[in-house]
T-cell receptor
Framework: DGGITQSPKYLFRKEGQNVTLSCEQN?????MYWYRQDPGQGLRLIYY???????QKGDIAEGYSVSREKKESFPLTVTSAQKNPTAFYLC??????????????FGAGSRLTVL | QKEVEQNSGPLSVPEGAIASLNCTYS??????FFWYRQYSGKSPELIMF????GDKEDGRFTAQLNKASQYVSLLIRDSQPSDSATYLC????????????FGRGTSLIVHP
């Protein structure tokens, strides 16, 4: 079945550590997104990529980095510069054209807790 | 800043009633509108989308779009306890990047 796989599901980080969240999709979608969700909040865009080897900052990119070396993969690194990283992180992808365009498919999410 | 606004709730309705969820948006050039449902601790899943003014029905769900007034709503008929979740409104705004912008979500509680 096609879908998006995020790992790990739960992650604990000590202050000062970088951590990387994995996101892999087999939907052949061009566009991929990382959102952050805090309790009682909506989804805020961290980074997005519409094509391999290209990505753009979203509304809250500070303290995060991404890469898009393959169409299927869009990993997110939470760096030590992110001062309040405890949150639920959601990876999503979508097709930009054709049937079902612009409908986001989400991964199951990764919950990051800073100790 | 392009904004999408939702009342955070919670909206509490009895089982069998109609639940009405509303969303307003600031970008008059917005093109596409989506409703996602998110259960606690889970990721969002699409309920329906609407592009044109008027109503769109899918089973117990009806999306209503009024571009002149810049609002989109979701009606849930015959509400069930299993409908209890947070409902997120998302809007594809103008500008060419087709990036979905989300509201904060409305928490719906359907009580037996």
């Amino acid at each position: 079945d096609g879908g998006i796989t995020q790992s790990p599901k739960y992650l604990f980080r000590k202050e000062g550590q970088n951590v990387t969240l994995s996101c892999e999709q087999n939907l052949n979608h061009d566009a991929m997104y990382w959102y952050r969700q805090d309790p009682g909040q909506g989804l805020r865009l961290i980074y997005y990529s519409q094509i391999v080897n290209d990505f753009q900052k979203g509304d809250i990119a500070e303290g995060y980095s991404v890469s898009r070396e393959k169409k299927e993969s869009f990993p997110l690194t939470v760096t030590s510069a992110q001062k309040n990283p405890t949150a639920f992180y959601l990876c999503a992808s979508k097709r930009d054209r054709g049937t079902g365009a612009n409908v986001l498919t989400f991964g199951a999410g990764s919950r990051l807790t800073v100790l | 800043q392009k904004e999408v606004e939702q009342n955070s709730g919670p909206l509490s309705v009895p089982e069998g009633a109609i639940a009405s969820l509303n969303c307003t948006y600031s970008d008059r050039g917005s093109q596409s509108f989506f409703w996602y449902r998110q259960y606690s601790g889970k990721s969002p899943e699409l309920i329906m989308f609407i592009y044109s003014n008027g109503d769109k029905e899918d089973g117990r769900f009806t999306a209503q779009l009024n571009k002149a007034s810049q609002y989109v709503s979701l009606l849930i008929r015959d509400s069930q306890p299993s409908d209890s979740a947070t409902y997120l409104c998302a809007v594809i705004t103008s500008g060419g990047s087709y990036i979905p912008t989300f509201g904060r979500g409305t928490s719906l509680i359907v009580h037996p």
